[in-house]
DNA sequence: ACCTCCCGCCATGCT
DNA sequence: AGCATGGCGGGAGGT
């Protein structure tokens, strides 16, 4: 399991070079291994499932044990693959698999169709890779092997990296390859989504389509004049530049240039969709509007419905990707007309900028940085190169791109031969498998666990697995050293912490004391994450207000608070292992060396002309520095200190959550899933376009009050390990930090419970998304465990605990501050990038809409 | 009946 | 031509 771990945390990729010693680790992947080379599919297999049964449940006995706890159907799946693993060939197996179980069994053991959710793939997919990968390794994806090793079409796997490229969360690499960046690039690509969104005008687009809609209902005749409006503007100056794939410095070209193909994709549709959500003040983007907007781009004029469908049908396929990376979380949009399919961003909050403030690329770029005002400016300063623009490209420059890019893959691609790679790696299905056995485990142990008292040494052993360190191996670098040990302080819940004085200081073992405290595995694990985790299982901490306030329920906020914080962990937990980590590494150093650091440079030069458009993150970007000075001043600040890393997590999280916007917005922004932006003004003006103002009421469910309650910094402040912090205490806390108004409190009936005086009536009901079970772990999980009990590893991850209250800022920040490009230290462009907010604003705060809106997040179906 | 969205056909375009 | 990508929408599972 060592081995596996070890390799799962340096590298994903690796583990297919790694495999050898993978393979060690459990006869079964020999096995795999083995047969998988049979399958021979240098060709990209057309059906991996097949393959993929048998391989990939190798892991211990023990994690079998808890996954079967967990789910029947994973036993079921267990049990095939006993049956497979013996096969050299997958249709006898099945064969042998349906005579052995009757009609109805073998359609048990047929994964549900929910199992084989665009969502729950994708939390596998995740899973295998750390959210912040050590650069120096290669993080190599081959989509092969993971198809197979996830038993999936690949198809599917296109699905999931298609998003994940729009969000620079990998870059193509070569035909079948991709390199894993994790969300070392995240903010960065969010800040240039977000400007990139706000020059679109999408805000203000939102706000039209609402407006009309508003209108439409009484009249008609008024509709159409409006759309056509909208649209116009939309598609007008706009137009173009939607079309266009953001690319950001480091990651992108490839994808691009490899694609060139269509630029509309699913890969613009994910960045238009994300534009969205960090444009709109609530927040909360409803499919309708969504696919409207994105129709409208592409072609004002029809609204067909058979397109308006499908762009819906694409919009669900990225949203479930991006629910995995605990970026947005399914809520319900009641209005007058009726309740809307939407989504709430969960994610940080993103100033304009590219956010990068010294993160990843090392490229200079002249244009972006030049127009960036003082973040930019900080960064280039620390880093001199790295500040690099943001900048949507430009079709013409693609083919230049191209033709350089198609130089670079004949030179990539011929070493890459994926296939062969695949099945060498295909020993990595050891690894793989972990990782899902893992994240069952994790779940299993959540639930477990949940109330046990150790989160934190889970906490903290995931951490450093998460962190994709491997705990022991020798392998680490020091970098990674650095990462796991700066991590876990930023993560850990601000009572628990000990140890590690300051991130910067890698030298300091990373093991951190586990205190008791709970909370301390929230932190590795990104709020959004674990929420996932607990989700699935029914543990939902979200969502289950009560039990988390209990507590203190004094306010319902409290509630809310739990719900946030779960929310917070799903969120974050797709980060959870590097998100705290304050991973000094700069993000794909490596990989772009690799790629040819002059190419790009020079790519991006000129992208950056066309990118030159964004004047408006000057504005942005002024603003954002002001609020990120005054919040703080440096990353350093950080240390991990209990006590400070609660303030510094609270006061990231708030700000990321609430971004730049104006106080209101804080309190909206904060990252809890159901959370509904009290401040009634954002709400309206997104939600509703109309132009009344007039009060609303909010009407908020339990659990989305909850949701508001929890802010990071209740969790990271309470030590008090699964359960939730007293709702008293988070909502002290919460109103404190700004995250929360005072008059927000939530109380804890499930009727809605008026807000803000202005709201009249918005009511969120949270959901659970879909996908959360699978999400849990990530690279984490993988590793059964090492050190730990495998279970309690894997616990970590997963925690379910209902108010592990990771604060999304949390992870967030310390990405800020630890990112530091060169090392620990960068202070300054981390500090600027998560604040930036308060700027922006708001468009859409001009209409206030009479009706009343209701959110509502879904909890698990 | 509606919401989701899986599945895989088949177009597209590179090699 | 062969293969990698991925657009697209039928149609089915879930609720």
């Not at 995240?186 to 209108?215: F, P, S």
């Not at 020993?427 to 477990?448: D, Y």
């Not at 937990?573 to 304050?582: D, F, I």
Request: with cysteine.
């Amino acid at each position: 399991m060592e081995n596996e771990k070890e390799n799962l945390f340096f590298e994903p990729h690796k583990r297919g070079l790694m495999k050898t010693p993978l393979k060690e680790s459990t006869a079964a992947n020999i096995v795999l291994t083995e047969i998988q080379p049979d399958f021979g599919p240098l060709t990209t297999p057309t059906k991996p499932k097949e393959i993929s049964q048998g391989e990939p449940w190798t892991p211990t006995a023990n994690l079998k044990m808890l996954i079967s706890a967990v789910s029947p159907e994973i036993r079921n799946r267990d049990q095939k693959r006993g049956l497979f693993d013996g096969r050299n060939g997958l249709p006898e197996a099945k064969d042998c698999l349906h005579e052995h179980l009757s009609g109805d069994e073998y359609e048990k053991s047929q994964p549900s169709r929910k199992e084989k959710s665009l969502g729950l793939l994708c939390h596998k997919f995740l899973a295998r890779y750390p959210n912040y990968p050590n650069p120096a390794v290669n993080n190599d994806i081959c989509l092969d092997e993971v198809a197979e090793e996830l038993n999936v079409e690949r198809r599917r796997i296109y699905d999931i990296v298609n998003v994940l490229e729009s969000l620079h969360m990998v870059s193509r690499l070569a035909k079948n390859r991709y390199t894993w960046h994790g969300r070392h690039n995240l903010h960065k690509t969010l800040g240039t989504l977000k400007t990139v969104g706000e020059e679109n005008k999408y805000a203000e687009q939102i706000m039209m389509i609402k407006k009309r809609e508003y209108e439409q209902e009484f009249d008609f005749s008024k509709t159409y004049s409006l759309e056509d409006h909208i649209m116009k503007s939309n598609s007008g100056h706009d137009g173009h530049a939607d079309m266009c794939f953001v690319e950001l410095p480091g990651v992108e070209f490839r994808a691009a240039s490899v694609n060139s193909r269509k630029d509309k994709s699913l890969r613009v549709m994910s960045q238009k969709f994300v534009m969205l959500f960090l444009v709109s003040t609530p927040q909360i983007v409803s499919l309708e509007i969504a696919a409207k907007i994105l129709i409208g781009e592409d072609h004002v004029e029809d609204l067909d419905k058979s397109k308006f469908k499908t762009k819906i049908r694409r919009l669900y396929d990225i949203a479930n990707v991006l629910s995995s990376l605990n970026l947005i979380k399914k809520v319900h949009v009641t209005e007058e007309r009726g309740r809307k399919p939407a989504f709430k961003w969960t994610g940080p909050e993103i100033s304009p900028n590219p956010s990068g403030c010294g993160q990843v690329l090392p490229f200079p770029h002249s244009d972006l940085e030049a127009k960036r005002p003082s973040k930019d400016n900080c960064a280039k300063n620390l880093f001199s190169t790295r500040g690099k623009p943001n900048f949507t490209r430009h079709p013409s420059l693609i083919k230049l791109v191209k033709s350089i890019e198609s130089d670079r893959r004949k030179i990539n691609s011929a070493p890459s031969s994926p296939v062969k790679t695949s099945k060498a790696e295909s020993t990595q299905n050891s690894a793989p498998f972990p990782s899902k056995m893992a994240q069952l485990a994790a779940i299993c142990k959540m639930q477990l666990e949940e109330q046990s008292s150790e989160p934190s040494k889970k906490a903290k052993g995931q951490q450093e697995r998460s962190g994709h360190c491997k705990p022991a191996s020798p392998l680490r670098t020091l970098a990674n050293a650095e990462l796991e040990l700066t991590a876990p302080p930023l993560i850990q819940p601000l009572g628990v912490v000990p140890l590690i004085p300051s991130p910067l200081s890698p030298a300091v073992p990373v093991i951190l004391p586990q205190a008791p405290s709970g909370p301390s595995y929230a932190i590795y694990l990104q709020p959004a994450q674990a929420q996932t985790m607990t989700a699935p299982q029914g543990l939902s901490p979200t969502v289950c207000p009560a039990p988390s306030s209990k507590a203190t329920r004094s306010k319902d906020p409290t509630d809310a608070t739990t719900e946030k914080a779960a929310s917070d962990a799903k969120s974050g937990a797709p980060t959870r292992p590097g998100s705290l980590q304050p991973v000094p590494d700069r993000p794909g150093a490596k990989n772009r060396d690799q790629e040819s650091a002059g190419e790009r440079g020079s790519k991006r030069a000129s992208m950056l002309d066309d990118s030159g458009s964004k004047k408006k993150f000057k504005e942005d970007l002024k603003g954002l520095e002001n609020v990120s000075a005054t919040l703080f001043p440096s990353g350093y600040l950080i240390p991990l200190t209990q006590c400070s890393s609660l303030g510094a997590e609270s006061i990231l999280s708030s700000k990321e959550n609430s971004s730049t916007l104006s106080p209101n917005h804080r309190i909206y922004s904060s990252p809890i899933t159901g959370v509904i932006p009290v401040t009634s003004s954002e709400l309206t003006a997104v939600n509703f376009p109309s132009f009344h103002v007039t009060p609303l009421k909010l009407m908020v469910s339990p659990t989305s009050v909850a949701a508001v309650g929890n802010s990071p910094a209740l969790t990271s402040s309470h030590p008090v390990p699964g359960q939730n912090p007293s709702s008293a205490i988070v909502n002290f806390t919460l109103q404190h930090l700004g995250l929360i108004s005072p008059s927000v409190q939530v109380s804890a009936s499930p009727g809605a419970v008026p807000v803000s005086p202005r709201i009249e009536a918005v009511s969120v009901v949270p959901e659970n998304v879909g996908t959360q079970q699978g999400r849990a772990t990530r690279y984490d999980s993988p590793v059964p465990g090492q050190n730990q009990p495998s279970g309690q590893s894997v616990a970590v991850t997963g925690t379910p605990q209902p108010v592990p209250v990771t604060p999304k800022g949390s992870q967030s920040v310390a990405e800020s501050f630890f990112r530091t490009p060169g090392g620990p230290v960068k202070p300054m462009g981390a500090s600027c990038m998560d604040f930036d907010g308060a700027n922006k604003t708001s468009v859409g705060t001009l209409f206030v809409p009479q009706r009343k809106l209701e959110v509502s997040t879904e909890d698990g179906h």
